[in-house]
């Protein structure tokens, strides 16, 4: 990246900026829905940190090495 994308980019996620995005969603998805939406993407995170976490095992076994807590229960 050349300095001027850098300088676009350093201030992206300032308190403002997130209120903005914030009103913005309000207006765009209404009070009722807004919940709604912020406990569909807490369960799809959550779903995705499980995913890694069921997979990284997987990995081990594929590489042949074995997590500390799977040695432990050996």
Do not use: C, W, Y
Request: no cysteine; charged share 25%.
């Amino acid at each position: 990246m050349n300095s001027v994308e850098v300088f676009m980019l350093e201030g992206v996620f300032q308190p403002m900026h997130l209120l903005v995005i914030f009103f913005v969603a309000l207006l765009v998805f209404g009070p009722k829905k807004l919940p709604e939406l912020g406990k569909g993407i807490g369960q799809g995170i959550r779903a995705l940190k499980d995913g890694i976490k069921e997979t990284l095992p997987d990995s081990a076994k594929s590489t042949g090495t074995a997590p500390k807590d799977r040695e432990a229960q050996s």
